[in-house]
């Protein structure tokens, strides 16, 4: 069952004329509307991304770089530099874009760092412990 709206020009089911019941309930907004995205990074996420991408650089170069504070300390700085510009060109651009970036390299990094941290603590452990010969020749010299 179809019903013709009054001077509209368009049908519309019975069953929802029965719905709704006000004419601004019946409103959804137009189709000309961009959707935004609430889940997007805005200025003070890209920056905070950047930074905390950073910071866990300095603090895989301090864990695995026999406690190199120096370099640490450097990593950072350029990981606050660079997350002051990324913050200031997406909050003076407007564009959404620059989060979907700083998102995309997010995800890539920290693959990497995880790759690039279990790599390191697995070579760790084989340098740790000494070879066969190395004990043999140990006790060797201790009888």
Sequence with gaps: MLH??????FCVPARQIRIVKSPRMAYTG???EETRDFNAFNY????????MLAIVAAVMNY????KNITWSVIIVLIGLVAALAVGALQYFTGQD???????LVGG???VLYVIIAVLIWSGDEEAAAPAPAEEA??????S
């Design 30 to 32: 137009g189709m000309d």
């Design 63 to 66: 864990t695995f770089n026999d």
């Design 44 to 51: 003070l996420d890209s920056g905070g991304a950047v930074m």
């Design 97 to 103: 874009r620059i989060g979907k970036l700083v998102c």
């Design 137 to 142: 020749a140990q006790q060797s010299q201790g």
């Design 108 to 110: 890539a990094l920290t």
């Design 4 to 9: 013709a709206a009054a001077g509209r020009g």
